[in-house]
T-cell receptor, first 113, second 114 residues
Framework: SQQGEEDPQALSIQEGENATMNCSYKTSINNLQWYRQNSGRGLVHLIL?????REKHSGRLRVTLDTSKKSSSLLITASRAADTASYFC?????????????FGQGTILTVHP | DAMVIQNPRYQVTQFGKPVTLSCSQTLNHNVMYWYQQKSSQAPKLLFH???????NEADTPDNFQSRRPNTSFCFLDIRSPGLGDAAMYLC?????????????FGPGTRLTVT
């Protein structure tokens, strides 16, 4: 079953604007991670937030986690054309011993120069 | 730089003709994963190796097999590719004795079945 659901499916903004993507999940988790995928390439890990954390920052990225609502958001501030990519949330369910991740469907972000 | 390498980047095979995709890593990670990603979809885990222990996902077709001869290399074998197996195949690694379990991905191999 699909663990992570993301919205919006696609987001188009102008350079300099902020981009917000949301992710919802169904089961209890150990942590939630966000990955970026440029067209036709592999995924790159962006940021991880543990289940006991509520907010985390890394450069222009801000991630929040609400375990009571089983949801997370990724905010990219002051976006750049180079941020154009697909963004996936991935959850690591509690109890898995090998770090299995279940990915959401992703949000396609387009940043126009 | 430590990395995950996949070869080839693009692979064309014929319907029913066995094909092998390869992955190597210089990170010395103990877990290696194979994902299948179809266009505009999420990566779907096929199987993983935890050291030498092979773990198949319940819904992975028997047509897909894997080998891990040593820590650095892992292979994905598709015994009789069908048109529906055309996809991007992603290899990833992680080190599960670290609390974070973040995964490091290779660039992927795009498989075309003719």
């Amino acid at each position: 079953s699909q663990q992570g659901e993301e919205d919006p499916q696609a987001l188009s903004i102008q350079e300099g604007e902020n981009a917000t993507m949301n992710c919802s999940y169904k089961t209890s988790i150990n942590n939630l991670q966000w990955y970026r995928q440029n067209s036709g390439r592999g995924l790159v890990h962006l940021i991880l937030i543990r289940s006991n954390e509520r907010e985390k920052h890394s450069g222009r990225l801000r991630v929040t986690l609400d375990t009571s609502k089983k949801s997370s958001s990724l905010l990219i501030t002051a976006s750049r054309a180079a941020d154009t990519a697909s963004y996936f949330c991935a959850t690591r369910e509690g109890g898995t011993s090998y770090g299995k991740l279940t990915f959401g469907q992703g949000t396609i972000l387009t940043v126009h120069p | 730089d430590a990395m995950v390498i996949q070869n080839p980047r693009y692979q064309v095979t014929q319907f029913g003709k066995p094909v092998t995709l390869s992955c190597s890593q210089t990170l010395n990670h103990n877990v290696m994963y194979w994902y299948q990603q179809k266009s505009s979809q999420a990566p779907k885990l096929l199987f993983h190796y935890y050291d030498k222990d092979f773990n198949n996902e319940a819904d992975t077709p028997d047509n897909f097999q894997s080998r891990r001869p040593n820590t650095s290399f892992c292979f994905l074998d598709i015994r009789s590719p069908g048109l529906g197996d055309a996809a991007m195949y992603l290899c990833a690694t992680s080190r599960v004795d670290r609390a974070n379990y973040e995964q490091y991905f290779g660039p992927g191999t795009r498989l075309t079945v003719t």
